[in-house]
């Protein structure tokens, strides 16, 4: 299984980093690196009217969930992956299936195929 190691509860690291550093930026981007789609979109609303900006990153999947939430922080889910088309993750699928099949490491490599950039542009 490929998941995500924990490294503490964002909640209360994000909190601490907004408060350390209150005073010393014009705007807060908050980039939320996790697993789970759930996690994301909490943190996007408990931070709602505290960042400019909160998106998720991890699942390289781009989500069309993007808004404006209630007191004006920008959100999405995913921006997505910037890399070539046909694989996983950017990687060679067959080397990403056989990984998940048989639970053994392999070499990376990257896949064949188009290259696509995705992302978000917000105007704060």
């Excluded at 994301?40 to 931070?47: D, I, M, S």
């Excluded at 400019?52 to 989500?63: C, R």
């Amino acid at each position: 299984m490929m998941g995500m190691e924990y490294s503490g509860n964002p909640f209360e690291v994000t909190d601490r980093a907004l408060d350390r550093n209150a005073g010393r930026y014009d705007f807060a981007v908050v980039d939320m690196h996790a697993e789970a789609t759930a996690e994301k979109q909490a943190l996007g609303y408990y931070l709602d009217g505290r960042a400019a900006v909160v998106f998720g990153t991890h699942t390289h999947v781009q989500t069309a969930d993007e808004c404006i939430l209630p007191h004006g922080t920008a959100y999405i889910t995913d921006l997505g992956m910037c890399g070539p088309e046909g694989g996983i993750l950017g990687t060679d699928r067959e080397v990403i299936l056989r990984r998940m099949t048989t639970g053994l490491p392999q070499k990376f490599t990257v896949a064949n195929g188009e290259i696509r950039l995705r992302g978000a542009i917000v105007e704060i």
